[in-house]
């Protein structure tokens, strides 16, 4: 059997990990909250993805005190808490997971106000056709109809004297594909956090064991 000393190591090190995925979460959720004006759905997968992460941070915190000090009793808390962690965390990432494509949607309807002020003010929209290489809210026809021209950012490299460069792709559904993707990538991280907390109430496990092995020895 390992060590005590080689178990906090493997230990110290998998709570670091887990802290700098749980750290990429809070990150995302704060960006979706800071960056963007959510409806209620997108709030709360912006909250979801902080409280995920909080929450790890904070477990993290008391199972580094409970290694440090070698504290059996702690150490059994710690691993108590941390399955109902993990077990909020598979519930949370699982509705996530599920509803991805209409969260992405809802994360998206901050382009509607965008394209409300290009309505009133043109020139809102360049930054969605400049990022995406699209044009409009849905084609270049949400131009047409309210009888303007398509600007020189619906054209690629801003070449308006070749009909043939027009993007004939809305900006709306480039949004969603971008937040689709976004919520891809960090659902993925969000389970891996979830693999690597388990190994980590394992291992956990096992240093509480021997802790306790440690201290009988020393008893007798």
Not at 1 to 18: D, G, H, P, R
């Amino acid at each position: 059997m390992a060590s005590t000393s080689s178990l906090k190591v493997f230990a110290y090190a998998l709570q670091i990990l887990c802290a700098l995925l749980a750290l990429v979460e809070i990150s995302f959720g704060a960006y979706v909250l800071l960056s963007y004006n959510s409806n209620e759905i997108g709030f709360s997968a912006a909250v979801s993805y902080v409280s995920m992460g909080l929450a790890a941070l904070i477990i993290l915190l008391w199972g580094t005190l409970s290694a440090w000090r070698e504290h059996v009793c702690c150490t059994v808390a710690f691993v108590s808490f941390l399955y109902l962690i993990i077990f909020t965390q598979i519930v949370v990432l699982f509705f996530l997971t599920k509803f991805r494509d209409t969260t992405a949607s809802n994360l998206a309807n901050s382009l509607e106000d965008t394209w409300d002020q290009e309505l009133d003010s043109p020139g809102a929209m360049s930054l969605y056709e400049n990022w995406f290489q699209c044009c409009g809210r849905g084609s270049p026809q949400d131009y047409v109809v309210n009888e303007r021209l398509p600007p020189a950012t619906c054209f690629l490299n801003h070449d308006k004297s070749n009909p043939d460069n027009l993007i004939h792709t809305g900006c709306r559904v480039e949004f969603e594909n971008y937040w689709s993707h976004l919520l891809h990538i960090f659902n993925i991280i969000g389970w891996v956090l979830v693999a690597i907390e388990l190994l980590l109430s394992v291992v956990s496990c096992c240093l509480c064991n021997s802790i306790r092995n440690d201290s009988r020895r020393t008893f007798y």
